[in-house]
């Protein structure tokens, strides 16, 4: 996530904010220009541009073009920030002359144009502006951020001088830079953190992913879609860390077939859970009784011996039969079309001197060849991931706060 002069964007961000060299009067129109090209503003002197954003008609500017006027002018974020109306900060002209203001934030980034978008002003007709600065959002998303570009670390300090927060943060990019995603989540303090990566020609171990978080424990949901793999070894030395809210899935990318985990994995992982006896108190259980829902993709196919696969699958429930309690139950909820094949089933794990249950809930689907596999302390926290009987539609994870 290097910046072309070496530098992080968190580096940059501090250094950018503030400093003499970004005062109006010390840049040329040069770096201005190439951020309003193609747009009104690129036909008006400099010195006007700035004093627009000042006057009482700054109010009339969109957020591509404050965006855009604060990447090539830093300074200029007090005035930007000031630029709403008092009587309603949240949306410009105290939301009159909007078709429903945007219910969240969502920032695009051209790496052609070097250009900020705003997204959601586009999508709902927004007239005005949506605030960004120095509020708490109930969403922030954003689109093609550039780790290598002195926009985004000038956004980034932005965001972080006026303490702007967001209960979501949701990401968008073609290729992971999981760095560039911390920096952003220590200035915005989710508790929902979505990631969607694109495949890049390269696979990420967990050991990876959890190593460039450190905070992810703080999270209460963590959803990540990106080529991101584990191996039942990993996932147990780092359970310690997951959020009670908890998906890991690589299905939808445009990449070679690969799975979060194979089904050899899937299963050391649950026999592993089963003969281990956790400390009363310890990170591990007490990562396991917060757990609400954890999902994982599984792979399809279920490897015979190492080195082989069979075309089709055996449920898990099947390859550790000898671990679930015989006295339990295990329920079959397939579809009506027998598309979509699912099976609850419990384990009985050693907390300290207790049991402690654990439901498991797989679900496969033929049609597709997916398989997903989640557990949860309570069988009402499971999720339907295939919808039956004929589609195999994947359904998002239900936030926990959405009604709130």
Not at 204 to 226: G, H, I, K, Q, W
Not at 318 to 326: G, K, Q, R, T
Request: hydrophobic residues 35%; aromatic residues 10%; charged residues 25%.
């Amino acid at each position: 996530m290097d910046d072309l002069s070496g530098e992080t964007v968190a580096n940059q961000a501090g250094e950018l904010a503030g400093t003499n060299e970004n005062r109006p009067d010390k840049q040329s129109g040069e770096e201005l220009s190439a951020c309003l090209k193609g747009t009104h503003w690129s036909r008006l002197p400099v010195e006007m541009q700035i004093e627009i954003v000042k006057q009482d008609c700054q109010k009339n500017l969109d957020n591509d073009d404050k965006l855009n006027l604060l990447c090539a002018y830093p300074n200029l974020l007090s005035a930007i920030s000031e630029s709403y109306p008092r009587e309603n900060p949240n949306a410009a002209n105290g939301g009159e002359d909007t078709k429903g203001d945007p219910p969240r934030i969502c920032i695009e980034y051209s790496s052609e144009k070097k250009m900020f978008y705003d997204q959601m002003a586009r999508r709902y007709g927004s007239r005005q502006p949506h605030r960004i600065f120095g509020l708490k959002h109930d969403e922030v998303m954003f689109v093609g951020l550039n780790p290598e570009s002195k926009h985004t670390a000038i956004l980034l300090g932005a965001l972080e001088s006026t303490s702007t927060t967001t209960r979501r943060l949701r990401f968008d990019a073609n290729e992971p830079d999981f760095q560039l995603v911390l920096a952003f989540t220590k200035a915005l303090k989710p508790s929902y953190l979505e990631l969607n990566f694109g495949y890049n020609g390269k696979w990420y171990t967990l050991n990876e992913f959890v190593e460039a978080f450190p905070t992810l424990s703080e999270l209460n949901e963590l959803l990540v879609f990106c080529p991101v793999h584990a191996d039942g070894d990993s996932l147990l030395s780092h359970l310690s860390k997951f959020p009670p809210y908890l998906w890991l899935d690589n299905t939808f990318l445009p990449a070679p077939l690969e799975s979060f985990l194979h089904t050899g994995d899937a299963v050391k992982f649950l026999r592993t859970l089963v003969s281990t006896k956790f400390e009363e108190g310890s990170p591990a259980a007490v990562a396991l009784k917060r757990i609400v829902n954890w999902r994982f993709n599984v792979k399809y196919e279920t490897e015979i011996e190492e080195g082989e696969t069979m075309r089709s699958y055996k449920f898990l429930s099947e390859l550790v039969a000898d671990i679930i309690p015989s006295d339990s139950e295990i329920m079959n909820l397939d579809s009506a079309t027998g598309t979509v094949k699912r099976r609850i089933f419990e384990f009985r794990l050693a907390v300290g001197d207790k049991q402690h249950i654990i439901y498991v809930k797989e679900e496969v689907d033929h049609l597709y060849r997916y398989r997903a596999i989640q557990l949860a302390n309570q069988t009402t926290d499971f999720c339907e991931v295939l919808v039956s009987p004929d589609s195999s539609i994947i359904s998002y994870m239900v936030d926990p706060d959405e009604d709130d």
